[in-house]
């Protein structure tokens, strides 16, 4: 996919959008925030963090944190703030924040929307926009009810819309594929009214800042890809570099 986009001219050779953009990403569970981060962090050279896969690596690693992580995401509830938010600051001060950086899946509050300014304001740097995905929710559910994702790396595929070449066999790393413990439809719907209380309103918390961008979510995974960029382009037109 990644190759895909860089071949299209939109892509190819452009240094408009340059390599130090500070991105968070929002939106409904299976919005589609993990296939654009994973891509565009390839694209915008400049490294990307999921909280969610952080926690799952926990989850199957059996630490201490994974086991207490586990309880909230198989119930479709937020991890402890304290918890998600000391990965994400150690991950910044490793020289993330400095570098450039996307994040899929934090903030997913207002209070974690605060800590995270807080911490890159020590930082000295600052977000350049919130990218909010914008999908309906019976097309989140088309989403997730074909969702793969890879063992080993942590790709994502879908049995319809970006089936792997070979069956339940990761494209990029060979590893096995299957579906997620917390894509079952309980569960799914439990973290859609999460999603609800306590996500949404970190989209106000943005949109005050100037610094909410509203993408829409629908169409195939390149042309949302497009749009991010395109969108971010004007954004950051003589702001970032
Ligand atoms: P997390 O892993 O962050 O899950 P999520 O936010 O619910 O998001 P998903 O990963 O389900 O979806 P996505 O938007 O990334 O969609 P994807 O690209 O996979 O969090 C899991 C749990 O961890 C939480 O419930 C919580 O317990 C905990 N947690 C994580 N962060 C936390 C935090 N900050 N604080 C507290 N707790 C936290 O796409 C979905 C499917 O659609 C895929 O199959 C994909 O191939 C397909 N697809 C993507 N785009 C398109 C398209 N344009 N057209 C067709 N199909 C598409």
């Not at 296939?35 to 926690?55: A, E, Y």
């Not at 690693?61 to 909230?72: D, I, P, V």
């Not at 800590?115 to 930082?123: A, P, Q, V």
């Not at 509203?214 to 004007?234: C, D, H, Q, S």
Request: proline share 4%; aromatic share 6%; charged share 35%.
């Amino acid at each position: 996919m990644t190759e895909e986009l860089l071949e299209e001219k939109h892509l190819k050779g452009d240094t408009s959008l340059v390599s130090r953009v500070r991105l968070v990403f929002l939106g409904p569970p299976g919005a589609g925030k993990g296939t654009q981060v994973k891509t565009l962090s390839k694209i915008l050279n400049v490294p990307s963090m999921s909280t969610g896969d952080v926690l799952r690596s926990e989850v199957a690693s059996g630490s201490e944190l994974g086991r207490l992580a586990k309880n909230y995401m198989d119930r479709g509830e937020l991890v402890p703030d304290d918890v998600v938010i000391k990965i994400v600051e150690k991950w910044l001060r490793e020289g993330n924040a400095k570098r450039g950086f996307i994040l899929d899946g934090f903030p997913r509050n207002l209070r974690q929307a605060r800590e995270l300014d807080e911490i890159l304001k020590r930082e000295g740097v600052e977000l350049t926009a919130a990218v909010y995905l914008d999908v309906p929710e019976d097309e989140i559910v088309r989403r997730l009810s074909g969702r793969l994702s890879c063992k080993r790396c942590g790709a994502v595929y879908h049995i319809q819309f970006n089936p792997p070449k070979e069956d339940l066999k990761c494209d990029a790393c060979g590893g096995e594929l299957y579906q997620r413990e917390d894509d079952r439809e309980e569960v799914v719907r439990q973290r859609f009214r999460v999603y609800v209380e306590s996500t949404r309103p970190v989209l106000d918390y943005y949109r005050d800042a100037r610094k909410l961008l509203v993408i829409n979510g629908l169409g195939t995974i390149a042309e949302v890809n497009k749009r991010i960029i395109e969108e971010l382009r004007e954004m950051t037109r003589g702001r970032v570099g």
